[in-house]
């Protein structure tokens, strides 16, 4: 039903086109096929279609001609008739060029496994030294998710003689999450080789029902070595009128097999918004096909200690991630009674790379605003809260991120908040 649906409206689509111009046709075959593909290249679609259609009415079965027409109904999104055309082609005469635009209408169609036989064929027939049938079955394999024959056909196409910067791109974005990606950021390896980064992150929020709002910003510069990295971070507060300021040392190192390891060392002058001192380590393990396990512990250091201790479990899935952290803090002689949370996050790497995401956040439980590194509004006795974000590299060195968050908690009376927040990326 859908094919029958994409016939009638191509064909309405060329029927409601204005009349082609009257063109003269040369009596030579050869020369009309050679205007007909001017045409389809200088964007005349309909006239060309209109040429096309006449040179098989005058040869049936034509190879080149199917595939002309063919090629030109996959520029217009007619992916019915664009089959047929180019299904007649590869059967009448199999030749590489056919192959190739099989798997381009394939590709372009959504149908990715089907890309990947036709481009298949596409090399059996190709040269032995040509690049272009292994990076175009790379691109069919990433788009149908699977990474790995994705990244062998562009390691194989730069053995013959791709372009080495075109290679490590294809490479890169062929890279599975949970290879380059590790929750909250990549920190562990850098992306594409890059051993610098730095970003400037702003969080703006407000109470409606107090008139009341806080500034937050967090600058970081990092270094990436073999095995991990390190960053020096600055944090500044400012809310309800009150500011603070801190500086911070974070680190990522590779252990064992999967295994890699945050500790953080955060120092602030006062005890206004930030802890005198907060430390903090995390181990991540991944286990099985795409999981990975998490603990953490944290120490806050203001008039007396606050521990926080956390175990978490997360999912990589093809462009998917999803962590699910539960955060438990004991009780103090300040804080009576103990409290926990729960924080679900969800990513999709829209790119199918490590660097582009929408990312989708809920938490819920009394501790939940005290996961961040700023110490935030009080914990509430019930507590949920949201954000959402979206986060894009507009080109390899440079990239962004924008998001909104709300809030709701009861203490005395219920509260509310709201704010949004960004941050600005760069690596060399």
């Known amino acids: 039903m859908k094919r029958v649906l994409l016939s009638l409206a191509c064909a309405a689509l060329l029927g409601s086109a204005p009349p082609a111009r009257a063109e003269v046709v040369p009596a030579d075959f050869d020369q009309q096929f050679l205007a007909a593909r001017d045409l389809a290249i200088s964007g005349q679609r309909d006239a060309a279609l209109a040429a096309y259609s006449a040179l098989l009415e005058a040869s049936p079965g034509n190879v080149d001609v199917l595939l002309g027409r063919g090629r030109v109904y996959a520029w217009m999104g007619c992916w019915p008739d664009a089959e047929l055309d180019l299904r007649a082609a590869t059967d009448t005469g199999p030749t590489a060029d056919a192959w190739s635009a099989l798997g381009d209408m394939y590709l372009w169609s959504d149908r990715p496994l089907l890309a990947v036989e036709a481009y298949g064929r596409w090399l059996a027939l190709s040269a032995g030294d040509e690049p272009a049938p292994l990076l175009a079955r790379g ?3 990433r788009a149908a998710g699977d990474l790995a024959s994705a ?3 562009f390691e194989a196409a730069g053995v013959r003689g791709a372009d080495p910067a075109e290679v490590a791109q294809y490479l890169r974005s062929a890279m599975p999450p949970a290879a380059t990606t590790r929750a909250p950021d990549s920190n562990v390896r850098a992306a ?9 992150g702003v969080d703006r929020s407000e109470l409606p029902s107090a008139q009341l709002n806080w500034t937050d910003y967090v600058a970081s510069v990092r270094r990436y070595f073999d095995r ?14 009150i500011s603070d300021q801190a500086w911070a040392l974070d680190g990522y190192v590779d252990l064992w097999k999967r295994a890699y390891l945050n500790l953080r060392f955060q120092q602030g002058p006062s005890e206004k918004l930030f802890p005198r001192t907060r430390w903090r380590a995390e181990l991540f393990q991944g286990v099985g096909q795409g999981w990975e396990l998490s603990g953490s512990v944290d120490r806050m250091n203001f008039n007396t200690a606050i521990d926080l201790y956390g175990v978490g479990i997360g999912r990589y899935y093809r462009n998917w991630y999803v962590r699910l952290r539960h955060l438990y803090i004991p009780s103090t002689a300040s804080a009576p009674s103990s409290s926990n949370s729960d924080r679900l996050v969800v990513r999709y790497y829209y790119a199918g790379d490590g660097d582009n995401y929408i990312e989708v956040a809920g938490g819920l439980g009394r501790s939940d605003q005290a996961t961040s590194f700023i110490v935030g509004p009080l914990p509430a006795n019930h507590s949920w809260s949201g954000s959402a974000a979206f986060v894009k590299y507009v080109n390899p060195h440079l990239g962004f991120k924008l998001g909104i968050n709300v809030g709701y908690g009861l203490e005395s009376e219920p509260y509310s908040n709201r704010g949004i927040f960004g941050s600005v990326y ?3």
Do not use: C, M, N, P
């Open 228 to 241: 991990g990295s390190l960053a020096v971070e600055a944090l500044t507060a400012k809310r309800f009128g």
């Open 139 to 141: 691109r069919a394999f």
């Open 426 to 428: 760069t690596r060399w």
């Open 192 to 200: 594409g080789g890059y051993r610098w980064s730095a970003s400037l």
């Open 151 to 153: 990244r062998a056909d």
